[in-house]
């Protein structure tokens, strides 16, 4: 079936410094592909999302990369903070059924 | 003025119970879904709702019933628990089955 990887599953970086997730799936009809931030005791919240007609999408210091070729795509988070910490979630929207494939999650960590 | 709630938001019951888990959502959105995220943060579909029919209904065992009485509402009855239900419930809505998706804050039940 639908599957989407996610690495890595825990992220620690420096307050300042960027920090990279990556996804990778496997429907190669998915697209559109969303970005959740879930903080503590909280639903996801979506962050940016990108649709497949576009490589690239940047809202302040968010960005998100899509490869549709290779089929991954990446979130990049610069300037980190310590309110940037979280479990974030990739996500593909399947074709056919159009349901929303998950990935593991990544707990980032933001150290002040 | 929250667009997506859900109650209860903590849920503690005996095994065999029959209990209900509410959704209500005040986007105007077409779809609903119910989500199940376990222990390890895993996030998986259950169901979907459009317009009130059911059009997504995963391997989801027949003792978790879905109920949409208008399309602003979607309800999950479970019957006899099981401590493998122990689990956060998202319930989510998007505007179409191929649009984004927003959580609500999550209903946390235990089985004892």
């Known amino acids: 079936g639908e599957n989407v990887e996610q690495h890595p599953s825990t992220l620690s970086v420096q307050e300042g410094d960027s920090a990279v997730i990556k996804c990778t799936y496997s429907?190669?009809?998915?697209?559109?592909f969303p970005w959740y931030k879930q903080e503590l005791g909280k639903g996801p919240q979506l962050i940016i999302d990108i649709r497949s007609n576009v490589g690239e999408k940047k809202d302040q210091r968010i960005a998100v990369t899509l490869n549709k070729t290779a089929k991954h795509f990446s979130l990049h988070i610069t300037e980190t903070q310590p309110e940037d910490s979280a479990v974030y979630f990739c996500?593909?929207?399947?074709?056919?059924?159009?349901?929303?494939?998950f990935g593991t999650g990544t707990r980032l960590k933001v150290l002040a | 003025d929250t667009a997506v709630s859900q109650t209860p938001k903590y849920l503690v019951t005996q095994m065999g119970n029959d209990k209900s888990i509410k959704c209500e959502q005040n986007?105007?959105?077409?779809?609903m879904y119910w989500y199940k995220q376990d222990s390890k943060k895993f996030l998986k579909i259950m169901f979907s709702?459009?317009?009130?029919?059911?059009?997504i209904n995963e391997t989801v065992p027949n003792r978790f019933s879905p109920k949409s009485p208008d399309k602003a509402h979607l309800n999950l009855h479970i019957n006899s628990l099981e401590l493998g239900d122990s689990a956060v419930y998202f319930c989510?809505?998007?505007?179409?089955?191929?649009?984004?998706?927003?959580f609500g804050p999550g209903t946390r039940l235990t089985v004892l």
């Open positions: 429907d190669s009809a998915s697209n559109y």
């Open positions: 986007l105007g959105h077409d779809t």
């Open positions: 989510a809505s998007a505007p179409g089955s191929t649009d984004t998706q927003y």
């Open positions: 709702y459009n317009n009130k029919e059911l059009i």
């Open positions: 996500a593909a929207l399947t074709s056919g059924t159009y349901k929303y494939i």
